[in-house]
T-cell receptor
C-alpha cells in the first residue's frame, strides 16, 4: 500500500485541552512525514515535519514523532487555543517531491 | 516574495466550457503541482512538473491538461468542464527534486470552481 490514514473529524475541544490527532502510513522504506494546516479560506501551510525515524518535529506548541515501529506520526499539543481551529493534514513524501495526503481532520476549539 | 499565486479565486462554468486556472511562483522552485480538494477525500494530485518543459500525470489527470513553458508558471486547463470537476484547486511548489523527499511544499490560496 501507499497511503496515509488519519482519524476522522471533526474534533471538538475546549480551550486549553490536550490534542491528539492520529496518523499512520504505509510505505516501502522510510518516507519523510509532514503535518500541514489549513486555516479557513486559505491554502495549506507546513506545520512541522520529520525526515527520518525517531525525529520529532515541532512548531507553535505542536509536536509529532516519527515512529517507524508503529508507522505513525501522531500530532499532539498540550493546550489548544481557539486560534488552532483549522483542518490538519498528515502527509508523506515520495519520489520527485510527490506527496500523499491524508483526508484531513477538522479541529474546532471552543472558548 | 508573493509566494504562490492563483487566479481566479472563484469561477462558475457551464458544462462543456473550457478554462485555464493560473498558477505562478516567484521562488525559483523547480517542482510545481496541482491538487484538487474534495470533502472526505483530502488532496489528490492531478499533474506535476519537475522543471520547465517537463510534466507528468498524477492520481487524477483525466479532463485536465498542463504545460510548463517557464519556471514560474504552471497553468491547469480544463478542456470540457463537467460537474464532477467542481472542487477547490490548489497549486503548490517546492524548491528542488534533488534535495530528497523532505522538501516543504508551498501552496497557493486556491481556486474554487463550480461547474453547473
Amino acid at each position: 500500500g501507499n497511503s496515509v490514514t488519519q482519524m476522522e473529524g471533526p474534533v471538538t475541544l475546549s480551550e486549553e485541552a490536550f490534542l491528539t490527532i492520529n496518523c499512520t502510513y504505509t510505505a516501502t522504506g522510510y518516507p519523510s512525514l509532514f503535518w500541514y494546516v489549513q486555516y479557513p479560506g486559505e491554502g495549506l501551510q507546513l506545520l512541522l515535519k520529520a525526515t527520518k525515524a525517531d525525529d520529532k518535529g515541532s512548531n507553535k506548541g505542536f509536536e509529532a514523532t516519527y515512529r517507524k515501529e508503529t508507522t505513525s506520526f501522531h500530532l499532539e499539543k498540550g493546550s489548544v487555543q481557539v486560534s488552532d481551529s483549522a483542518v490538519y493534514f498528515c502527509a508523506k513524501g515520495g519520489g520527485y517531491q510527490k506527496v500523499t495526503f491524508g483526508t484531513g481532520t477538522k479541529l474546532q476549539v471552543i472558548p | 516574495n508573493a509566494g504562490v499565486t492563483q487566479t481566479p479565486k472563484f469561477q462558475v462554468l457551464k458544462t462543456g466550457q473550457s478554462m485555464t486556472l493560473q498558477c505562478a511562483q516567484d521562488m525559483n522552485h523547480e517542482y510545481m503541482s496541482w491538487y484538487r480538494q474534495d470533502p472526505g477525500m483530502g488532496l489528490r494530485l492531478i499533474h506535476y512538473s519537475v522543471g520547465a518543459g517537463i510534466t507528468d500525470q498524477g492520481e487524477v489527470p483525466n479532463g485536465y491538461n498542463v504545460s510548463r513553458s517557464t519556471t514560474e508558471d504552471f497553468p491547469l486547463r480544463l478542456l470540457s468542464a463537467a460537474p464532477s470537476q467542481t472542487s477547490v484547486y490548489f497549486c503548490a511548489s517546492s524548491y528542488s527534486i534533488y534535495r530528497g523527499a523532505g522538501e516543504t511544499q508551498y501552496f497557493g490560496p486556491g481556486t474554487r470552481l463550480l461547474v453547473l
